[in-house]
């Protein structure tokens, strides 16, 4: 399956400071989603953006959509030290496909006390 | 909210075993979930589409005779990594999507670890 590309790969900041990061895909898409991972467990769903959408709210977080791009942006403001962990972008086709999630590959995210 | 439970969680076992892992959703039922397979520090790649009552849809590469599944009830999906090496240790995660109107997100297991010796 096509994977996703995310940058950076890691990111190391403080608390308080803001944390963006980037995901570029190949297909076309019906959404696109960002998922957290903490450290060896499953994915906890952050937000989602429709293709028909070019930017969404969710407290903290905040994604841009740019299709002619095939490019996403999450950006968390605020950091806390409770944000470390990896954050992915996931992309969902429409028709047939729907349901089935190609992953970008990930942003570590570290955030120092 | 919607729940997905995976067990085990770990698994360590010697070449040649077979493991099973369930996937349940607790309180809702799903026709549909989703198996992947996450290597260390990389990304999930889906192995297959695991559908209630009929077969399931496997990602090109994937063995089918390596990675049996069943999704026999609505609340129910097993993984049955068949004859494992020491190459099938991965991250099995399952995920399910509540029903509702409109879209729904996917609720994801917490994952197994499978260690093959």
């Known amino acids: 399956s096509q994977q996703g590309e995310e940058d950076p790969q890691a990111l190391s900041i403080q608390e308080g400071e803001n944390a963006t990061m980037n995901c570029s895909y190949k297909?076309?898409?019906?959404?696109l989603q960002w998922y957290r991972q903490n450290s060896g467990r499953g994915l906890v769903h952050l937000i989602l953006?429709?293709?028909?959408?070019r930017e969404k709210h969710s407290g903290r977080l905040r994604v841009t959509l740019d299709t002619s791009k095939k490019s996403s942006s999450l950006l968390i403001t605020a950091s806390r030290a409770a944000d470390t962990a990896s954050y992915f972008c996931?992309?969902?086709?429409?028709?047939?496909?729907?349901?089935?999630?190609?992953f970008g590959q990930g942003t570590i995210l570290t955030v120092h006390p | 909210g919607a729940v997905v439970s995976q067990h085990p969680s770990w698994v360590i076992c010697k070449s040649g075993t077979s493991v099973k892992i369930e996937c349940r959703s607790l309180?809702?039922?799903?026709?549909?979930m989703f198996w992947y397979r996450q290597f260390p520090k990389q990304s999930l790649m889906l192995m297959a589409t695991?559908?209630?009552?009929?077969?399931?849809?496997?990602e090109q590469g994937v063995e089918k005779d390596k990675f049996l599944i069943n999704h026999a009830s609505l609340t129910l999906s097993t993984l049955t990594v068949t004859s494992a090496h020491p190459e099938d240790s991965s991250f099995y995660i399952c995920?399910?999507?509540?029903?509702?109107?409109?879209?729904?997100?996917?609720?994801f297991g917490d994952g197994t670890r499978l260690s093959i010796l």
């Open positions: 995920s399910a999507r509540a029903p509702g109107q409109g879209w729904q997100p996917q609720h």
């Open positions: 297909t076309s898409i019906n959404n």
């Open positions: 953006i429709r293709s028909n959408e």
């Open positions: 996931a992309t969902e086709p429409g028709g047939t496909s729907y349901g089935k999630l190609t």
């Open positions: 309180d809702f039922q799903a026709t549909t």
């Open positions: 695991s559908n209630e009552g009929s077969k399931a849809t496997y």
